[in-house]
């Protein structure tokens, strides 16, 4: 299997290309050349496998040479093997149409530890002795840094620089980040928003001299291995619902579109799925351009669900890419156009292809305001007697809300605990959910971070003195 970038331009690579470098060097995100296909005998033929034996079969065709199937097979087994679940991402069954995957068994309590567990241990696998060492730059809202560094601490060859913005995650979330003592962690805490420590780090892979002497790489999601892993667990409950007879709907809490794009890459692969519900807060940038074909910027609204709260959703290219005929240059002028000017329409041939409002169509979506979020939350708790966290409660509220025929099953993504926005839970049901034993001494742990102002020179000087040179 090769790798193509939606941009027409960087050169094609195999699986373990796309891992390490994140980022095609067209400015473009890398896609399979072609989507591999399952048939319905062969779907059927997953039911029951445990979880990490699951993972080898879809992720394989994907995966192609660059590791055996026994291999990739022990590495899922590796990386699942550390969830507190045996199920790994268990369903759990709200009223007679709806249904929780639960996402957040991992070790950092969201869904980013289901792929980057996986994604630390592909590094390794990938990085030979002699290669040059990895120095990964990533900036954070606060699931994806705990997540990240918890997947790549004490690893050989490869240091992790995580920037976040200082005060603006929750205490849960930084405490995850900064009581990571391994040496090859470093903790950078910027004064400004996301958004800043976001260009930052765009910055530094645009800044020659850095690129030149440090091989960077990302864990965001718009590196491929990430998607890939999440494609899993859209069979793991479609699956359990009864696929391939039977189709099923997810409700998918979106920011940069990586969750609920796994979700379509799993139907491209011939999962029946019957509906991908869009779920965003008031930051409705996609349920726009979905439902009007407005793809347009505004400002950020803080709202209590941190990782929903971005106006440019990454991975929404690699859906443009597929949907406009996979023409590379096209839609390298469109996507030009947009960071010129923070704004877009999709094309005629995208919308058409998209089909929204069609009884046929894939994508549908829906935009939840603070109330709407607060009432889901109540709703799970009074009559399910669930504590959800606030960005399951949007993909709830959405859920509900989306008309799907009652004979088929709804399942909402639940992509982090409740305790990690245990605030905010308190605040919708009065309830304050108490953090996992398995974290349970975390606010105990001592903290190690690096406090450096928003000044994009000072954290390359931070980042130079601190990583390993090309060799
Ligand atoms: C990252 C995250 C999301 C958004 O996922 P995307 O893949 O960026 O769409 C939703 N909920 C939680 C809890 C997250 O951590």
């Known amino acids: 299997?090769?790798?193509?970038?939606?941009?027409?331009?960087?050169?094609?690579?195999?699986?373990?290309?796309?891992?390490?470098?994140?980022?095609?060097?067209?400015?473009?995100?890398?896609?399979?050349?072609?989507?591999?296909?399952?048939?319905?005998?062969?779907?059927?033929?997953?039911?029951?496998?445990?979880?990490?034996?699951?993972?080898?079969?879809?992720?394989?065709?994907?995966?192609?040479d660059c590791l055996t199937p026994q291999r990739l097979g022990q590495l899922c087994e590796a990386a699942y093997g550390r969830f507190a679940h045996a199920a790994v991402t268990p369903l759990k069954q709200l009223d007679q149409q709806h249904w929780l995957l639960e996402l957040f068994h991992g070790p950092t309590l969201a869904f980013k530890d289901v792929a980057l567990q996986l994604l630390g241990l592909l590094f390794e696998e990938f990085l030979k002795p002699g290669d040059d060492p990895l120095t990964i730059v990533g900036a954070t809202s606060g699931d994806t840094g705990s997540a990240a560094i918890d997947a790549v601490a004490g690893r050989a060859r490869i240091d992790i620089f995580m920037l976040h913005p200082r005060g603006r995650v929750s205490d849960v979330?930084?405490?995850?980040?900064?009581?990571?003592?391994?040496?090859?962690?470093?903790?950078?805490?910027?004064?400004?928003?996301?958004?800043?420590?976001?260009?930052?780090?765009?910055?530094?892979?645009?800044?020659?001299?850095?690129?030149?002497?440090?091989?960077?790489?990302?864990?965001?999601?718009i590196n491929w291995a990430r998607l890939m892993a999440q494609v899993v667990?859209?069979?793991?409950?479609?699956?359990?619902?009864?696929?391939?007879?039977?189709?099923?709907?997810?409700?998918?809490?979106?920011?940069?579109?990586?969750?609920?794009?796994?979700?379509?890459?799993?139907?491209?692969?011939?999962?029946?799925?019957?509906?991908?519900?869009?779920?965003?807060?008031?930051?409705?940038?996609?349920?726009?351009?979905?439902?009007?074909?407005?793809?347009?910027?505004?400002?950020?609204?803080?709202?209590?669900?941190?990782?929903?709260?971005?106006?440019?959703?990454?991975?929404?290219?690699?859906?443009?890419?597929d949907l406009g005929g996979r023409d590379g240059a096209a839609l390298s002028a469109q996507m030009q156009g947009f960071e010129a000017t923070k704004a877009m329409r999709l094309t005629n041939a995208q919308r058409a292809n998209l089909g929204y409002g069609s009884a046929a169509a894939l994508f549908s979506s829906a935009r939840a305001d603070a109330g709407d979020m607060a009432q889901a939350l109540r709703w799970a708790w009074e009559h399910t007697g669930e504590l959800i966290d606030p960005h399951t409660a949007v993909g709830l509220h959405a859920a509900r809300a989306a008309g799907i025929d009652p004979a088929v099953p709804v399942v909402t993504l639940a992509t982090a605990h409740p305790a990690k926005f245990r605030d905010a839970v308190e605040r919708a049901t009065g309830q304050r959910p108490p953090l996992p034993a398995r974290i349970g001494d975390l606010f105990e742990r001592e903290e190690r971070m690096t406090e450096l102002s928003g000044d994009y020179a000072a954290i390359a000087a931070y980042v130079a003195q601190h990583a390993t040179p090309r060799a």
């Not at 979700?263 to 999962?271: D, F, K, S």
């Open 1 to 64: 299997m090769d790798y193509v970038s939606t941009r027409g331009s960087a050169p094609a690579l195999d699986f373990a290309g796309v891992t390490l470098a994140g980022l095609a060097r067209d400015g473009g995100l890398y896609l399979p050349r072609t989507w591999p296909r399952f048939t319905a005998d062969e779907i059927a033929a997953m039911r029951g496998l445990p979880y990490a034996q699951l993972a080898q079969r879809v992720m394989q065709p994907f995966v192609g």
């Open 173 to 221: 979330q930084r405490r995850q980040m900064t009581t990571v003592m391994a040496p090859n962690v470093h903790n950078i805490a910027i004064s400004g928003s996301f958004d800043d420590a976001q260009a930052h780090v765009k910055a530094m892979f645009a800044d020659t001299a850095m690129a030149g002497r440090y091989r960077l790489s990302a864990v965001n999601s």
């Open 233 to 321: 667990y859209y069979f793991a409950a479609a699956l359990q619902l009864g696929a391939p007879e039977r189709k099923v709907a997810f409700a998918v809490p979106t920011g940069n579109f990586g969750d609920v794009f796994a979700g379509y890459v799993a139907a491209q692969m011939g999962l029946p799925i019957e509906r991908l519900i869009v779920a965003t807060n008031v930051n409705d940038i996609l349920h726009r351009a979905l439902q009007d074909g407005d793809y347009s910027a505004g400002t950020v609204t803080e709202t209590a669900t941190p990782s929903m709260d971005i106006q440019v959703s990454s991975n929404f290219e690699r859906l443009l890419f």
